[in-house]
């Protein structure tokens, strides 16, 4: 199995521009996760989907967020517009409920770099 | 509210030495609790975790974990470091609810010298 792939591997954009990030989860995989990495906060969820229905977006920082599962291995995560301090490491994350309490997988991640 | 605490930002120690790697946690009930590694410019790789069971649990390069319920406490252990063990550890929590976020800890870095 490729694991979860991630695009872009790096994006570079200038402030109030829009960024999409995309997601291919784990093939048979049933839960996706966004997460966001930066040295003030560490990692924290943003939102998390259960057979392409969002779940918990409790984490999401604020309406210049959203994000969607059309299907059951693709997910994006956009922001609109963007600002400086959404410069973070983004990943995605899945996992399978089956077997047991389940392992999140995750992608390499998307470094954003907002300027 | 769950939380993790990884009390040390950096540890060292000399190849060939044993390891360990401070966590511990608070949770409402019962906790799974979670090690993964994170190699620079790299995602996070599972290591292993702890659902119920034997309190000491072995995962992957020779990895293991201890429990402690009355400490509260889920340290990463390796009986003999690597240089190629320098990375970002981290622990994660979640309860046993149907929520599946995991809550980190902010994580510690491992340095092995040779």
């Known amino acids: 199995d490729a694991g979860v792939i991630q695009s872009p591997r790096h994006e570079v954009t200038e402030m109030g521009q829009e960024v999409t990030l995309r997601c291919k989860p784990i093939?048979?995989?049933?839960?996706l996760f966004w997460y966001r990495q930066t040295m003030m906060r560490g990692l924290e969820l943003l939102i998390y989907f259960n057979n392409n229905v969002p779940i918990d977006d409790s984490g999401m920082p604020e309406d210049r967020f959203s994000a969607k599962m059309p299907n059951a291995s693709f997910s994006t995560l956009k922001i609109q517009p963007s600002e400086p301090r959404d410069s973070a490491v983004y990943f995605c994350a899945s996992s399978s409920r089956t077997g047991g309490v389940d392992t999140q997988y995750f992608g390499p991640g998307t470094r954003l770099t907002v300027l | 509210a769950q939380s993790v605490a990884q009390p040390e930002d950096q540890v060292n120690v000399a190849e060939g030495n044993p390891l360990t790697v401070k966590c511990t946690y608070s949770v409402s009930g019962n906790p799974y609790l979670f090690w993964y590694v994170q190699y620079p410019n790299r995602g996070l790789q599972f290591l292993l975790k702890y659902i119920t069971g034997d309190n000491l649990v072995k995962g992957s390069y020779g990895f293991e974990a201890e429990f402690n319920k009355s400490q509260t406490s889920f340290h990463l252990k390796k009986p003999s470091a690597l240089v190629s063990d320098s990375a970002l550890y981290f622990c994660?929590?979640?309860?046993?609810?149907?929520?599946?976020?995991?809550?980190f800890g902010s994580g510690t870095r491992l340095q092995v010298q040779p």
């Open positions: 093939s048979g995989h049933d839960y």
């Open positions: 994660a929590v979640r309860d046993f609810t149907g929520r599946r976020a995991l809550t």
